[in-house]
C-alpha cells in the first residue's frame, strides 16, 4: 500500500517504451523498457508495470503525429503512423480505462522540449525549441511552461528549406522527397552517401549540406517562433563538428535581420542526454494534476 | 471632463498613424489620420490627440522590427527600421512619460492577429495567424486570446522557402535576396515582371510562382505553428484569383502529412479588412488593463 504520491511517464518511442514512477520530487523509484511491437504486445506489458502502483497522474511524450485536440473525437490516438498496428490506437483512452487517472499528452519532442526548458540547456529561459535529427527530424516547443499545441502539435521537421545550388539530391522523405527531414535525417544522409552518416568522414561535402538546411530551418523557426533558446539532440548531432556549422549557418541564414541572444547561448545540444524524454513524461504527469 | 471608460489606440504604419479612442464597448468616439513623418512631427501629433481624453490605457500596433522582451533595455522600441528617424524610437517610452498610463505594446500584424481571432475570421478558432502580404510580408499570431510574443515576435515574413524549378528571379529582399518577402510582396512582383501587380493579367506566370511560395510558406508555418486559422490580407490579396491557388499549393506542399481543418474554414480572406490594425490596437488597450 503506498500512501506517498507517485506519477507514472512513458516515453513511447517507435523503438522502445520507457515507462517509469517517480516519487513527488520526480525521482525515479522504478523503471522499465520495453520493446515496441504492436499495441496488443507492448500495451499489457505497460498495464503490468504501472499495475504495480497507485500513481495520481501520467504522463506520455509519444511517437506520432497524434492527437492533442481535446475537441477532436480521436484525441489521445496515435493518428497516422506507418508503423504497424499503431495507427488510430486511442493511447489515452486504454490508460484512462484501465487505470482512471487523469493523463497528459503530448509529442515526445514537445516532452523533451519541457525538460530541456525545466532543467537542462534552456533552464532561465522563456522558451525553449528542442529539435530531434536523427531517424527522423522533429520539433517540440515549450514557452512560459507550458507545452505549445494549438488546432494541433508542432511537425516541423517536414518544412520546406531553399535547396543548396550545388545539390542535386532528390530527398527521401515519402511525403515531401526534399524537405528538411528528407534531406538530413540519418536516413537521407545514408541514402545520399551510400555509408552510415557515423562513418562518414567530417570532411565530406554531406555535412555542408547538412549544415546549410539545420542552419536555414533553424532560421525559419526563428523567425515564426521567436524562441529564446534552440536545444539539438538525435544521432546526427553525435558529429562533433556539426554544432559549430550549423551556428554558422543560422547566422548567414538570418543575415542580422533579428536579434538573438549570443548564438553559444542560443543554439545548444542537450543537456538531459537520453533522460530528456522521461523527465519530461514526468513533469508533464505533474502539470497535469498541479494544472 | 470624462467620467467614462476610455481606451486609446494605435495603429502605426510606415505610411500612417490612426489613432483612436474608444468607450468601454470598444465603439470608437474620435479618430484621426497622422502622416508618418519623423517622430518628433508625427508623436507631437499623436500627443495633441490624445491630450484631448482621459484614457485609461493605451494599445500599439506598430511597424517594426520593435522590442517586446519585457526583460530588455530597449523594450519599448522601434529597432532596426530603415525609415528615417524611427529606429531606436522610444515609443512605449514616451507615451509612457506623456500619459503615465499602461500602454500594450505588439507589432501591427499581431494587432490584426488578435482583431481577426476576436470578430473576423477567425472567431471560435483557438488560434489565428494573420499574414499580410504587401508592401512587405507579415505575420501575426493570437492563441488562446494572447497575442504571441516569446524571445522577441514573429517576423515570419522573411522565411526561406524551396525555389520553384523553373524560377530564376534573384528576389528583392535586401536582407536574404530570395527569402518569401523577397519573391511575393508587392515591390518584388513588380520588380519582377516590370509593371505594378495591380496591372498584372491574372494569367500572368508570376502568379503562379506567387502562389506557390504562399502555399509552400503557408504548409511551413502550419507544420511550426499548428494554428486553426489562417488568414491573409495585404494588397497582394486583392487579386481575387489568388487566394484560391494559395490554398491548393497548401494542401500539395503538405501532401496529407498533417490534420488541417476542411480548406476553405483554415484559410481566409480577413473579414476586418482595414479596421483590424485599430481594433486590434483597441483590443491591446484593454487587455492590458484587464490582465
Keep these: 500500500m503506498e500512501a506517498r504520491t507517485l506519477y507514472g511517464a512513458i516515453e513511447a518511442g517507435g523503438t522502445k517504451f520507457i515507462c517509469a514512477v517517480a516519487d513527488a520530487d520526480l525521482q525515479i523509484i522504478d523503471q522499465v523498457r520495453i520493446d515496441t511491437t504492436v499495441p496488443a504486445e ?32 480521436t484525441y489521445g490516438f496515435i493518428t497516422k503512423t506507418p508503423k504497424q498496428g499503431w495507427a488510430n490506437y486511442d493511447f489515452v483512452g486504454d490508460l ?19 525538460a530541456e526548458y525545466t532543467s537542462g540547456a534552456a533552464e532561465g529561459a522563456n522558451s525553449c525549441l528542442y529539435l530531434t535529427v536523427g531517424t527522423g527530424v522533429g520539433g517540440g516547443f515549450t514557452i512560459n511552461g507550458d ?18 545550388p550545388n545539390d542535386t539530391f532528390e530527398g527521401a522523405c515519402p511525403f515531401h522527397g526534399d524537405c528538411l527531414e528528407g534531406l538530413v535525417s540519418g536516413p537521407a544522409i545514408e541514402k ?13 561535402e554531406v555535412w555542408d549540406y547538412v549544415a546549410y538546411y539545420l542552419g536555414q530551418a533553424i532560421a525559419s523557426y526563428s523567425l515564426v517562433l521567436a524562441p529564446e533558446r534552440v536545444v539539438i539532440g538525435g544521432g546526427v548531432m553525435h558529429q562533433e563538428h556539426l554544432l559549430d556549422r550549423v551556428k554558422e549557418q543560422v547566422i548567414v ?18 543537456k538531459l542526454g537520453d533522460n530528456a524524454g522521461i523527465t519530461g513524461a514526468l513533469l508533464l504527469a505533474k502539470d497535469t494534476v498541479e494544472a
Design 42 to 73: 507492448t500495451m499489457s506489458q505497460v498495464k503490468d508495470f504501472f499495475s504495480q502502483y497507485e500513481v495520481v497522474s501520467f504522463g506520455v511524450g509519444s511517437f506520432g503525429p497524434i492527437d492533442v485536440n481535446h475537441d477532436s473525437d
Design 96 to 114: 484512462t480505462r484501465w487505470f482512471g487517472k487523469p493523463v497528459g499528452w503530448t509529442t515526445d519532442v514537445n516532452g523533451a522540449s519541457l
Design 147 to 164: 507545452i505549445y499545441h494549438a488546432f494541433g502539435h508542432p511537425e516541423m521537421g517536414h518544412i520546406h528549406v531553399h535547396k543548396h
Design 192 to 204: 545520399r552517401v551510400g555509408i552510415k552518416g557515423a562513418d562518414i568522414s567530417p570532411d565530406h
Design 253 to 270: 541564414a538570418l543575415n542580422g535581420y533579428v536579434t538573438l541572444p549570443p548564438i553559444d547561448q542560443y543554439i545548444q545540444l542537450p
